[in-house]
């Protein structure tokens, strides 16, 4: 990164929110223009035959990298920090978890993956992974360093995500890096509800750490992406997988995720902030049992998110005392301001219902009640909880 009036800046010195305004862009590589242009590109031509034989120049071809991929690669690596050797660029959140995977593994080789994972990480596993002689064992979310005694001598990875889809259970990472790089493992995490800004997953020891952009460096509801971010060990071995699938990422779409990051501290910061504010309302209600969110004092993952975490998105879940389905569905559908749909990570509040019933094998879920996944939006906070009081009056008279 050069300075917008030329000269290098001092990269260790800046903050995260610098680092989004300026990361992966050199105005005056473009004339000085401040956005990265839109590379849409396949062919490249070179001048004489001896520089394409010798592939002289820094692009090759469309698929192998652009300006465009570079400038997003390297804002989200500089936000990873200096422990970031290189991002590979996906089509999709699970594209990443799928590559990631894909470059750490070989036939015969055992990997461990957290219980509460994204249910599509399981589903690679146990389908595509099991295909290729890659065997799998679940572990409970809550194992920190016990999970030594779960490595065998074939253990090739550990698959962290903390908090966890759906049920957010937090994870103590560092206690499981040390445990898995003293017998050799690499671990990878999921790191899409904290993001780099509130969780520096390679300064904590991961050495793949894998983003869903169409959360919240998308933060519109309209990108799919995924992105993973590798250390030195680590890189090699993801670069060379992503290039191989032949996976790449439409110029379009990383301009939007360019655009996206631009204000990921600000949204984020918001998210955070009104997330806690309803999840604490939430807490007070007579039909909640226990909201699901890490930030908040009561939850048992507190204690390892704050001293492992700097911040919140706005996802968390809620679970109620016990009422019949037909009682969760009124409170869902007298919502006005949350919309019912998969994904999330947009400016706009969701709620969705959801159960692990026959998801888990290494662990039991038992919330004591049916259960909700929130999104909290960046809409005014006294609205999306009058709104939440309108669903309460529903489900209480349809109980
Ligand atoms: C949504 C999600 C993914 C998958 O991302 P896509 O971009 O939808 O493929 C992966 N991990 C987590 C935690 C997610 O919430």
Redesign the pocket.
């Known amino acids: 990164m050069t300075k917008a009036t030329g000269g290098e800046i001092p990269k260790a010195e800046l903050k995260p929110d610098t680092k989004l305004a300026t990361g992966g862009r050199n105005p005056h590589a473009h004339h000085g223009y401040v956005n990265t242009p839109v590379y849409h590109a396949s062919t490249l031509l070179y001048r004489t035959a001896e520089d394409f034989l010798a592939r002289r120049g820094q692009y090759f071809y469309g698929r192998r990298g652009t300006p465009t991929s570079e400038a997003l690669a390297l804002a989200i690596q500089e936000l990873d920090g200096s422990a970031c050797a290189g991002v590979a660029l996906l089509p999709?959140?699970?594209?990443?978890?799928s590559t990631a995977l894909l470059s750490v593994v070989r036939t015969g080789d055992h990997v461990l993956i957290t219980d509460n994972?994204?249910g599509?990480?399981r589903k690679f596993c146990d389908g595509v992974l099991a295909r290729f002689g890659v065997t799998t064992t679940y572990f409970d979310p809550s194992i920190g360093g016990g999970i030594a005694a779960l490595i065998q001598p074939n253990t090739r990875a550990v698959f962290t995500?903390a908090p966890?889809?759906l049920s957010f259970e937090m994870q103590d990472i560092p206690a499981i890096a040390e445990a898995a790089h003293a017998r050799g493992a690499l671990v990878l995490m999921?790191n899409?509800?904290a993001s780099p800004l509130y969780f520096r997953a390679l300064d904590k020891g991961v050495d793949l750490s894998?983003?869903?952009?169409?959360?919240y460096i998308g933060g519109h509801s309209d990108l799919?992406?995924?992105t993973v971010s590798a250390n030195g060990k680590a890189w090699p071995q993801l670069k060379e997988m992503a290039f191989s699938l032949g996976l790449c990422v439409g110029p379009d779409d990383m301009n939007m995720a360019l655009r996206g990051l631009r204000t990921l501290g600000v949204r984020l910061a918001r998210h955070h902030e009104s997330g806690l504010k309803v999840a604490r309302w939430l807490e007070q209600r007579p039909e909640i049992l226990r909201v699901l969110h890490p930030g908040l004092p009561g939850d048992p993952g507190h204690a390892i998110w704050k001293r492992d975490f700097t911040g919140a998105c706005g996802?968390f879940g809620v679970v109620f005392k016990p009422v019949p389905d037909t009682a969760i569905n009124a409170f869902l559908n007298a919502l006005t301001l949350y919309g019912m749909g998969?994904?999330?990570?947009g400016f706009e509040s969701l709620a969705i219902p959801f159960q692990l019933k026959d998801v888990r094998s290494a662990t039991t879920w038992a919330p004591g009640g049916p259960c909700v996944r929130i999104h909290i939006g960046l809409e005014d906070t006294g609205d999306l909880i009058a709104d939440l009081e309108r669903g309460f009056a529903a489900l209480v008279a349809a109980k």
Request: hydrophobic share 35%; proline share 3%; with cysteine.
């Open positions: 999709s959140g699970l594209g990443a978890i994972c994204y599509p990480t995500e966890g889809s999921d899409t509800w894998i983003q869903s952009a169409t959360k799919m992406m995924g996802l998969a994904s999330w990570g």
